[in-house]
């Protein structure tokens, strides 16, 4: 009887230390670079307010469209302040959600009160970056109010959202992590009619402001260069709501 109780004993402690050491892992993110936290300063262009989530809104004009950005896995949310900020430079409510340990599957609904505290706003659409990719396609099945999903370097984790009327935007890099034949296979889970934006040359890290991520593949353009073509693409998709 001592025998089974010291091996149940240890093993409460085995589960402990490994519950304890995931949490401890989730709890240092990678990032923010400084370039993201200095995009975190208010000026005459863009607003910006943190508190629960990072609002970024245009200081000359009200929009009508809101895009809501999930982090991704294992990164400080604040890493992609920078791409972030220049989307709503062009006309557009960007708010930036933290999520619980840094993972976004963990807390799919942390947008939830958004749609409260932005009665002014239209036409929503999320998305997010890897993991937040996939967390915002989830949030957007559970969520009318939202018209349309954008991936960085993501896809959904089913095919259940394939014959919805989102409208989607698929954003990856030649040189991503996941490689090509993924973003391939995953195709059939988006709508027929998705558009896809394929940056040559682009990876999995340099969508956000955090330094290089385990396992990535090294980029053959600058972090620059791949965050204003996914600025730009972004932008174009987000004007579509409007029209």
Request: hydrophobic share 45%; net charge negative.
């Amino acid at each position: 009887m001592k025998i089974i109780k010291r091996i149940a004993f240890g093993l409460l402690v085995v589960v402990f230390v490994m519950g304890l050491g995931f949490v401890v892992w989730a709890e240092t993110p990678l990032g923010p670079a400084p370039e993201a936290l200095a995009a975190l300063e208010s000026d005459s262009q863009v607003t910006v307010t943190v508190e629960k989530f990072i609002t970024f809104k245009p200081a000359s004009l009200q929009p009508e469209t809101g895009f809501i950005f999930y982090p991704g896995g294992r990164v400080d949310y604040r890493s992609y302040a920078a791409p972030l900020r220049r989307i709503a430079e062009q006309g557009y409510l960007v708010v930036l959600v933290p999520v619980r340990l840094n993972l976004a599957f963990f807390d799919i609904n942390a947008a939830q009160p958004i749609f409260e505290k932005h009665p002014e706003i239209a036409h929503w659409v999320t998305g997010g970056h890897s993991l937040g990719g996939v967390a915002s396609a989830l949030f957007a099945k559970d969520n009318p109010e939202i018209e349309g999903i954008i991936f960085w370097a993501s896809y959904p984790a089913d095919d259940s959202l394939k014959n919805s009327d989102l409208k989607m935007l698929s954003i990856y890099g030649t040189k991503d992590m996941a490689g090509m034949e993924k973003f391939d296979e995953t195709k059939p889970f988006l709508v027929s009619n998705a558009n896809y934006v394929v940056i040559d040359g682009g990876n999995h890290a340099q969508f956000g402001d955090y330094g290089s991520q385990p396992g990535d593949n090294e980029a053959e353009i600058s972090r620059a260069d791949q965050q204003s073509q996914v600025v730009s693409a972004v932008v174009s998709f987000l004007a579509s709501f409007a029209q």
